[in-house]
């Protein structure tokens, strides 16, 4: 909302205000997702773990692949609008910064380091 505001004041759009809004307007109702209390039948335990080992074995080259990835989006407007509309990529450089670790530290430390049909389980 905070940068519809900026963009109105600067006589710029940033043409995406209106989804974002709506966004923000559940930004404070509760999840109603909850992990699987079992993995479905169709998924292949073994190949599952095959490629929890292959991520492990090839972190580095994932890792670097993510980042530049991220790198080559910012130059997209369908990819960088929304993070500048969070305001928390806008702010300042160490801001962006922590706020890419902080999504870095989500997805590698969580979605990869277990199963999440198991209870406790952070995957």
């Known amino acids: 909302v905070e940068s519809c505001l900026n963009s109105e004041m600067n006589n710029t759009d ?15 109702s509760p ?3 909850e992990f699987p209390a079992s993995p ?13 080992k292959f991520y492990h074995r090839n972190l580095v080259g994932i890792l670097a692949s993510s980042g530049e990835a991220l790198i080559m ?15 928390a990529t ?6 962006a910064l922590m706020r890419y670790m902080e999504t870095g530290r989500h997805i590698y430390g969580r979605w990869y380091g277990g199963k999440p049909w198991e209870e406790g389980c952070d995957a």
């Open 40 to 52: 479905p039948v169709w998924l292949d335990k073994d190949l599952f773990d095959v490629g929890i």
């Open 90 to 95: 806008s702010k300042n450089k160490r801001a």
């Open 14 to 28: 940033c043409g995406q205000c209106s989804e974002f809004e709506q966004l923000l307007l559940g930004l404070t």
């Open 73 to 87: 989006g910012l130059a997209l407007p369908t990819f960088y609008k929304p993070l500048a509309f969070s305001g």
């Open 31 to 33: 999840c109603g997702f």
